[in-house]
């Protein structure tokens, strides 16, 4: 009686020239309560509460051809992002690895929480300490008794944002 659940798209978070033949993906699963009851997102659900990392798993890929570092990599890159949103960025960033490619790259990024929520911080400063991050600027809206989002760091780099601007960077 009901219509068939409707695909589920995810962003890819690895590039294929630094992990070959596998696919990472960041999935956050989401519950509410409803009428007393508990209730999980089911494709986020599925993959991280029913299957164990190694698992295999049925994808169908949906080319995003926007979504792509720029063609010339010597173009700055301003990568914003809010919890699972920076999945493609850290494939970006694999892939200018991979290329040898080093554009200047500035990270901004908002989830709730430091100690819980900072997705890939280990990758994140491996990148900055190597150069492939030149800067890594967040917010983590639930640390501090005044809620701090991306759009406040936006605010408070606002001259620093114009600079890149200026010299031709790209805003994802």
Same mark, same amino acid.
């Given at each position: 009686? !009901? &219509? #068939?659940?409707?695909? @589920?798209?995810?962003?890819?978070?690895?590039?294929? /020239?630094?992990?070959?033949?596998?696919?990472?993906?960041?999935?956050?699963?989401?519950?509410?309560?409803?009428?007393?009851?508990?209730?999980?997102?089911?494709?986020?659900?599925?993959?991280?509460?029913?299957?164990?990392?190694?698992?295999?798993?049925?994808?169908?890929?949906?080319?995003?051809?926007? !979504? &792509? #570092?720029?063609?010339? @990599?010597?173009?700055?890159?301003?990568?914003?992002? /809010?919890?699972?949103?920076?999945?493609?960025?850290?494939?970006?960033?694999?892939?200018?690895?991979?290329?040898?490619?080093?554009?200047?790259?500035?990270?901004?990024?908002?989830?709730?929480?430091?100690?819980?929520?900072?997705?890939?911080?280990?990758?994140?400063?491996?990148?900055?300490?190597?150069? !492939?991050?030149?800067?890594?600027?967040?917010?983590?809206?639930?640390?501090?008794?005044?809620?701090?989002?991306?759009?406040?760091?936006?605010?408070?780099?606002?001259?620093?944002?114009?600079?890149?601007?200026?010299?031709?960077?790209?805003?994802?």
């Amino acid at each position: 009686l !009901l &219509r #068939p659940l409707a695909s @589920r798209s995810y962003s890819i978070a690895s590039s294929q /020239a630094s992990v070959d033949d596998q696919v990472h993906l960041t999935v956050a699963s989401l519950s509410s309560s409803v009428s007393g009851r508990e209730r999980h997102g089911v494709a986020s659900n599925f993959l991280n509460r029913h299957r164990a990392p190694g698992d295999e798993v049925r994808v169908c890929l949906d080319p995003n051809r926007r !979504l &792509r #570092p720029p063609d010339d @990599r010597d173009t700055p890159l301003i990568l914003i992002a /809010a919890g699972t949103g920076v999945a493609p960025y850290r494939a970006f960033l694999q892939q200018l690895d991979a290329e040898g490619s080093a554009p200047p790259a500035w990270l901004i990024f908002g989830n709730p929480h430091l100690r819980t929520d900072f997705l890939y911080q280990r990758e994140w400063l491996e990148f900055r300490q190597r150069g !492939l991050l030149s800067h890594i600027d967040c917010a983590f809206s639930r640390d501090q008794n005044e809620k701090r989002y991306v759009q406040h760091v936006l605010q408070e780099q606002g001259a620093r944002l114009d600079q890149w601007l200026g010299q031709g960077a790209r805003i994802y």
